[in-house]
């Protein structure tokens, strides 16, 4: 009933930029919290940075400085906006949200199906 669709992931050369874009469907009531995600391989998956309905933002120590994360309400869309990116930065970056549908009480966490990020030397 909700789908994620993840948009923007690509290779990328060290200090270079990537804008990751996720845009949320379905039979939506309200998106509460909407965050990214990143697994590198062999690495478990870790929370980049996450926005709230009321646009408070809080980011891994990773991402600060680097990363900004913003939302289009009008659009149901979360994007990752990623500067001065980093070899370390490689992984496939997962869009999460968490979302009232029609009919439910509570949200719950839907997840797109991830987008690559590369960075080369």
């Known amino acids: 009933q909700v789908q994620l669709l993840e948009s923007g992931g690509g290779l990328v050369q060290a200090g270079g930029s990537l804008r990751l874009s996720c845009a949320v469907s379905?039979?939506?009531?309200?998106?509460?919290?909407m965050a990214w995600y990143r697994q590198a391989p062999g690495k478990q998956r870790e929370l980049v940075a996450t926005?709230?309905?009321?646009?408070?933002?809080n980011y891994a120590d990773s991402a600060k400085g680097r990363f900004t994360i913003s939302r289009d309400n009008a659009k149901n869309t979360v994007y990752l906006q990623m500067n001065s990116l980093k070899p370390e930065d490689t992984a496939v970056y997962y869009c999460?949200?968490?979302?009232?549908?029609?009919?439910?009480?509570?949200?719950?966490?839907?997840w797109g199906q991830g987008t690559q990020v590369t960075v080369s030397l």
């Open positions: 379905g039979s939506i009531v309200s998106i509460n919290t």
């Open positions: 999460n949200a968490n979302v009232r549908i029609r009919g439910g009480l509570l949200g719950y966490d839907y």
């Open positions: 926005i709230t309905s009321r646009d408070t933002k």
